[in-house]
């Protein structure tokens, strides 16, 4: 009896099915009330255009961590000489989950040309009933190329048909050092288009990736 250990691995790659927009406002100045006032009044404005593409099917959901402020200390020159100033900041975030991506790139340009706004990037996924749909798909691809591996690698010993004795995840190895992984997601890609000055968005696929080890047991021939 002779053991055969393998690994297998299968991926797929998809084209991204959803875009979360992250939105930063942020503004610092010497008095606290106006910074405030400024970041609230336009974190209010970004909310409701959030909730205004939730509500026309361009997102499909929206979430803020709410208005932050503190002090900071700064550094200014004064008669020759650096000197402390205590400053005022104030921080907002809005993000959106666009499931129409020309609505997501028209948004995108049209909050970053706002003061105190920044777009700090977005996120690719899929659905979850997508995802789900193709991992198990994955799962199988990846259990069949250790099942082939299996066979070539008892054909080329001289022994007979592998039989599976155990079958694991990746990370879940008795005696692995490596928590599973769980599928791949690439990042996003935003250029400028050049044309009138929008933006081209070119998400990467979404990758999911599946591996597996397996031990097979087979007779001599």
């Not at 250990?5 to 790659?13: D, F, I, K, L």
């Not at 599976?164 to 990042?187: C, F, I, K, N, W």
Request: charged content about 30%; glycine content about 10%.
């Amino acid at each position: 009896m002779v053991r055969i250990a393998v690994t297998g691995h299968a991926e797929r790659a998809l084209p991204a099915e959803r875009g979360t927009l992250r939105v930063e406002v942020s503004a610092v100045g010497d008095d606290r009330r106006e910074v405030l006032e400024r970041v609230t009044r336009t974190h209010t404005d970004l909310r409701a255009e959030a909730q205004a593409h939730v509500d026309s099917g361009a997102a499909t959901w929206w979430g803020s961590h709410g208005v932050s402020s503190g002090q900071l200390i700064d550094w200014e020159q004064r008669d020759g000489q650096q000197v402390k100033v205590r400053r005022f900041q104030a921080r907002a975030d809005v993000r959106v989950r666009f499931s129409d991506f020309t609505a997501l790139a028209e948004w995108s340009v049209a909050v970053a040309e706002r003061e105190d706004v920044e777009v700090a990037g977005i996120t690719w996924d899929l659905t979850d009933s997508r995802r789900d749909s193709v991992i198990d798909d994955v799962r199988v691809d990846a259990t069949r190329d250790a099942l082939a591996k299996a066979f070539v690698f008892a054909r080329a010993a001289g022994l007979g048909s592998p039989r599976l004795v155990a079958l694991y995840e990746e990370g879940l190895r008795p005696g692995g050092d490596r928590p599973p992984v769980q599928p791949m997601m690439r990042s996003m890609a935003m250029d400028s288009g050049g044309r009138g000055g929008g933006v081209e968005l070119r998400p990467d696929d979404i990758e999911l990736t599946v591996s597996v080890s397996a031990d097979f047991e087979a007779d001599g021939a």
